[in-house]
């Protein structure tokens, strides 16, 4: 674990782990820390050394006495590239990956668009950021939407009745409501939803000029998606996928909650069958 200080920000704390000894920049969804990917031992962690970053409102990251104002105006994205500079002033410049499930897509993506030349590998699970999600869209910058969004954290019962509704008709999973419910159903986790969402909701990447730096600088690109995930689908994605030059795409029996030793089993496997591929190609 360490600490990066960001200049006009905060302090941002990482965890690290994995036995692998290229460096992997990793970024979790909300709610969790930057230890999530630990499940991942058997694929990831064996090949990358995990630098998870918290996220502010989460964990043991602090901002520098932002004001309410300040953090509902939202981070300005430039501050997305000192995360790697602080961290090059401790391990080095150097080349670097990057991972990220969920909200964290943003954040990681932003760092590609920053360091292209840097970049040799995305993974990607459960992406946000690949296509504008109307439902945040319409809570983070329209003014009905965040007049909504305030009245909900204030709220003792409107969250949850929204989450209730939501699960009803399908939009959310049983598992994902369970996970959102828990993070709605204090005062204080309310306030850390709003804060956490505002603070990032500047933090999108560039989706039209990303497919062109992946493909100019050769990034290899893996994107992960839950069958049955309708907060983030592959079909959203798919006009960012389809200017990709060979994608690594994979579809996993999974909802939006991905991040779980199932998709470990999953990842072991598939490569296992590469290397069973490549073998008996170079034999035949």
Known sequence: MGFLQIPGLGTVHFHEYGTGDKPLLAFHGYGMTGKQFHVLEQSVLKEYRVYGFDHFFHHESRLDNWTEEQIVAGMPRAMMRHYAEEWFKLHGRQRFSVMAYSIGANLALILVEEFPDLV??????????????KGFHFLLHQGPGKRLFKRLTKSKWMATSLLRNLLRIGFIDQALFDIAYNELDTPKKRLDVYYTLNLMRLLTPDIEKLPDLINQHKIKCMLIFGKHDNLFPHKKALPFIEKLHNPDIHHVDLGHWLIVPALDDYLTKFERQEIADHLRQINQ
Request: no cysteine.
């Open 120 to 133: 040799d590998e995305i993974i990607l699970m459960a992406p946000d950021g690949l296509s504008v999600f």
